[in-house]
């Protein structure tokens, strides 16, 4: 908590501050890749920085943590600090890069704020960054135990075992680690790194869920294409689909995320639309292996049967869980093989047991709508939960 001298220089000033993030974090990025060019080069997504994600992200994240500080100070935001943490973890963050953003967001802060700075101001949100570094720093270190690593050493090389052609735009790969071990466990709902060269030299990371339930010697993921956009967006999935071939060996990091099944036995809901249905039929062939009877309400969106990946897989998967059910919708054409419905998801046409959870992955717009709808029907707040790929834009808005 924010000591009582800081809570309210912080108050007083969270709305300039707040109005001037956008422009801080562009000076902060901007300063510090100048210093330090490995961390945009090998580190953080080239994409998410051309097209301004990552500032975005970052300063939704900042805003939300002062403002939790002044408004709850006996409150924390856990979820919203786990799911950074394990995104941090996954990238192989380390603590004393904490000190590296520190010096540069500070630099910036004083650039765009100038006078306003006092140091009262300067050691109230000096204050602020600590609480939440901290925060983070020691639940990136407890991943980092719980999985029998040193901070940031998290790579492993695994070779593609398997390359099955899903949809156009999205390509599955069946990994196993090159050294002829058994790969490392994980939960049904987590995402692994992966880390690419590429022709000019960078070595860029992206994250993709695990695609299959836990428990076998072989991971996968399904890497769908990313199209267009702003800055080099797509150049590591794109690497993958025009070049990846089985026999090939990629740097892997290790599970994360905290996308996962809670204990019990209650009914779940698992929405999902485009490649967000990754993480979900984790999930759902986790339930088959185990042999669960829990209710569980499967809801996924498209473009249309075409662009539906692992649509097979899914219905299968779905037909021998004995209490789940199959909700499909398409916006641009039907489907003749099943009763799939054209347009938008609709979950007001479902019947939701109580004692709901829910699981949501897609575009954030899809997420926003599910969500809306699940709080309109009674389900709690802290019952939905979602996996985001790439940054978090959704961040201290739940």
């Not at 939790?68 to 100070?73: F, H, I, Q, S």
């Not at 650039?111 to 009262?120: I, N, S």
């Not at 759902?284 to 009877?293: E, P, Q």
Request: net charge negative.
């Amino acid at each position: 908590m924010l000591s009582e001298q800081s809570v309210p220089v912080v108050r007083a000033t969270l709305p300039a501050v707040g109005a001037a993030l956008g422009d801080i974090t562009q000076r902060f990025y901007a300063g510090m890749f100048a210093a330090h060019p490995e961390l945009l080069r090998d580190v953080f997504n080239r994409g998410n920085q051309a097209n301004g994600e990552q500032r975005q992200a970052l300063a939704g994240s900042i805003a939300a943590f002062a403002t939790m500080l002044v408004e709850r100070p006996d409150a924390r935001p856990d979820a919203m600090l786990a799911r950074i943490a394990h995104k941090h973890a996954a990238l192989g963050v380390t603590s004393e890069q904490y000190k590296i953003v520190h010096q540069h967001l500070f630099a910036a802060i004083v650039d765009v704020l100038g006078d306003a700075v006092t140091p009262e101001v300067a050691a109230a949100w000096d204050e602020v960054y600590w609480l939440m570094a901290n925060a983070l720093i020691a639940l990136e270190a407890g991943l980092y135990q719980d999985a029998g690593r040193t901070e940031g050493d998290i790579w492993q090389r695994m070779e593609i075992a398997e390359r099955h052609e899903e949809t156009a735009d999205a390509v599955s790969f069946v990994l196993r680690p090159a050294d002829g071990t058994a790969a490392p466990a994980f939960k049904a709902g987590q995402y692994v790194s992966v880390r690419v060269e590429l022709p000019d030299g960078a070595r860029q990371i992206r994250q993709y869920s695990l695609s299959a339930a836990p428990g076998a010697a072989q991971w996968r993921i399904t890497v769908k294409r990313v199209r267009g956009g702003v800055g080099p967006e797509g150049e590591v999935s794109s690497r993958l689909h025009e070049h990846a071939r089985v026999g090939d060996v990629l740097d892997v990091s290790l599970p994360f995320g905290d996308l996962v099944l809670p204990d019990g036995d209650g009914p779940l809901l698992l929405a999902s639309a485009g490649i967000g249905i990754t993480p979900m039929l984790s999930i759902l062939d986790h339930l088959a292996a185990v042999g669960s009877t829990r209710p569980v309400t499967v809801v996924h969106a498209d473009r249309g049967p075409a662009d539906h990946a692992h649509r097979a897989e899914q219905r299968d998967l779905v037909a021998a869980h004995p209490g789940a059910t199959l909700h499909v919708w398409y916006e641009d054409a039907a489907d003749p093989d099943t009763d799939a419905a054209v347009g938008q998801a609709d979950l007001d046409a479902l019947e939701l047991p109580d004692g709901l959870t829910a699981f949501l992955c897609g575009p954030l717009p899809f997420m926003r709508a599910v969500r809306g709808d699940l709080l309109r029907r009674g389900v709690p707040a802290e019952a939905i939960h979602y996996e985001v790929f790439g940054p978090d834009l959704w961040l201290g808005q739940q």
